[in-house]
């Protein structure tokens, strides 16, 4: 009897630990299931014990999300990693690694450290490379130095190699907003690896620097030339900052402006008309009120030029120009959801969502929502208006500030 009495109460026990496992996995398959139809990703399930996993493609590269495990025994400890890997390689075979206690040993052993000559990037990161000079050239950039600190200071575990990007938290999340915003940072860190970078905080760039050592501006301009032949793209200014545009319900149409022979027909009045509020200039050191300025609408051939197969090179920097900076009215339907990275990116768009959609006969959109604008998930309808602000050289579509 009471050998039978223990065999009983172990049955229980165990049977108690297999529903409480079920249980789990079964809200975290729920959980990431949400996930995987927000970000358009393939949820993977291998059983009501076992844990779920994603995989697909997220931004133009192929991402994963699982549950690893670290230690032994009682010391196991399960960890959410989210990955993602680049179309190619890091530019020079690119590596980087968090600096630990074992990486110590390994330098003073004679494994390759560079020294990249900024502060306090090379006391925290290990940076390896077959080419050295081209990854320097990468790593110089101040801003990238400050995505790959903030990486490595948020994340419990997080390396660059081989054109991959490796995060794990320091727990098991099934948080859909956490999770996403995981996969936006993978990737964003990728891009910013491969020499992509969002080109609307240049001149926070300017005005923000991390301190370098000992290295003159001559060889930073080299490095830097020598990084864009490397990676086949060329710098361009930034673009114009986005312009609010009015409603028709607050101010109205916009007057009319009259053709040329109007003007050299009318008598010449006695004082020069005021200036139309699109045409008022700002009174110095002040900006001008956002409500008061209008954005010309886009040319719906100018947008056609950029679908063209084939374009680039000048045609292509020509066609993006004469896009830039203006208005445009989207209506279609929802294609794709991610959230908007938090790296230069202005508010109100910081940390809102950004939704692509598909252009027939035109560029894809990838439409930038206010942060507080009610949440849009794959295959809703959307319309709306916003400014033009950029093109996406890596993705060949243009990038939308939606109105607030």
């Given at each position: 009897m009471e ?7 172990v049955g229980?026990i ?8 079920v249980?789990?996995t079964?809200e975290?398959?729920?959980?990431w299931?949400?996930l995987?139809?927000?970000?358009g ?6 059983g ?17 999300v ?5 230690g ?6 399960y ?15 690119l ?19 560079i ?5 306090p990037?090379?006391d ?11 990854a320097?050239?990468v ?18 575990e997080?390396?660059?190699h ?7 938290r ?16 993978a ?16 001149d ?12 003159p ?31 028709g ?41 956002p409500s ?13 030029r ?6 680039a ?9 004469a896009v ?6 989207v209506?279609?339907t ?12 202005e508010?109100p ?14 560029p894809?959109?990838a439409?930038?929502?206010p ?5 849009l ?8 208006e916003g ?5 996406d ?7 939308v500030?939606?109105s607030?």
């Amino acid at each position: 009897m009471e050998a039978l009495a223990l065999f009983l109460v172990v049955g229980a026990i165990a049977a108690i630990a297999v529903l409480f496992s079920v249980n789990r996995t079964r809200e975290r398959k729920q959980a990431w299931g949400a996930l995987a139809e927000v970000v358009g990703l393939e949820l993977h399930d291998e059983g009501p014990t076992k844990d779920p996993w994603l995989s697909g493609t997220f931004e133009g590269m192929e991402v994963g999300v699982e549950v690893v495990s670290r230690g032994t025994g009682r010391f196991r400890r399960y960890l959410t990693q989210v990955t993602a890997q680049s179309p190619r390689p890091f530019p020079g075979r690119l590596a980087l690694y968090p600096q630990g206690y074992l990486q110590r040993v390994g330098r003073a052993m004679g494994l390759q450290d560079i020294v990249i000559g900024a502060q306090p990037f090379d006391d925290h990161v290990v940076v390896q490379a077959a080419e050295p000079q081209v990854a320097r050239g990468v790593l110089r950039n101040p801003r990238v130095q400050r995505m790959v600190l903030e990486m490595f200071a948020e994340y419990r575990e997080a390396w660059a190699h081989s054109g991959q990007v490796v995060l794990l938290r320091s727990e098991l999340t099934d948080n859909v907003a956490v999770l996403s915003q995981d996969l936006q940072n993978a990737v964003t860190l990728c891009r910013a690896l491969l020499g992509k970078l969002p080109e609307e905080t240049r001149d926070k760039e300017k005005k923000e620097p991390l301190p370098e050592k000992d290295q003159p501006a001559e060889e930073h301009v080299l490095l830097a030339s020598e990084l864009a032949d490397v990676l086949g793209f060329v710098e361009e200014e930034a673009p114009p900052p986005p312009r609010r545009l009015r409603s028709g319900a607050d101010e109205g149409p916009p007057p009319p402006r009259p053709s040329a022979p109007q003007v050299a027909e009318a008598p010449a009045p006695s004082a020069p008309p005021p200036p139309t509020p699109a045409e008022a200039p700002a009174p110095s050191g002040s900006p001008a009120a956002p409500s008061a300025v209008r954005a010309e609408p886009v040319d719906p051939a100018a947008l056609a030029r950029l679908a063209e197969r084939g374009l680039a090179g000048r045609a292509q920097d020509e066609a993006v120009a004469a896009v830039v900076g203006r208005a445009i009215a989207v209506q279609g339907t929802v294609h794709e959801v991610r959230r908007t990275a938090a790296f230069g990116v202005e508010a109100p768009w910081r940390s809102g969502q950004t939704v692509v959609v598909k252009g027939e006969g035109t560029p894809d959109l990838a439409l930038r929502l206010p942060a507080d604008a009610a949440p849009l998930k794959r295959g809703d309808p959307v319309e709306a208006e916003g400014v033009i602000r950029e093109w996406d050289r890596m993705y060949r579509r243009l990038v939308v500030d939606v109105s607030p």
